[in-house]
């Protein structure tokens, strides 16, 4: 499995939470469950690859608060039966999150969530 963190709101990097850092973590929990982790280029030289994307949204009030939501989605590669050239990404598996509220001096607490999703 790959792990693709995207770019997370460049107010919140400069906060503290960056995005490089988020998905070496989260590469790491997953490790320690017994997931196989894959480089880029093994994921694409393996034909039923798997992808978790997580994606951290979050908005600032200006009066001292972010609101946010953190969505999972697992790809996988599949192929169609009847075309042998059509290898497609397909999301198997989706976990939507709800919107939430933290102050904006506690962005640890953005990673916190974050972490406790993906276990």
């Known amino acids: 499995m790959e792990v693709l963190v995207e770019p997370l709101n460049i107010e919140i990097e400069q906060l503290g939470l960056q995005t490089v850092k988020l998905q070496s973590d989260i590469r790491q929990r997953l490790q320690k469950a017994g997931i196989t982790m894959l ?5 694409l030289a393996t034909p ?3 992808m978790l ?3 951290l949204d979050a908005v600032h009030d200006r ?3 972010y609101f946010y939501s953190i969505d999972l989605l697992l790809t996988q590669r599949v192929r169609l039966e009847d075309n042998v050239a059509s290898d497609l990404s397909a999301v198997t598996w989706l976990k939507l999150g709800a919107i939430g509220v ?3 001096d ?3 607490h ?3 969530q974050v972490l406790r999703k993906v276990d």
């Open 39 to 43: 480089t880029e280029r093994e994921g």
């Open 63 to 65: 009066i001292g608060r």
């Open 53 to 55: 994307g997580v994606r």
């Open 102 to 104: 933290v102050a904006d």
């Open 48 to 50: 039923t690859a798997a």
């Open 110 to 112: 953005l990673e916190d």
């Open 106 to 108: 506690n962005v640890k």
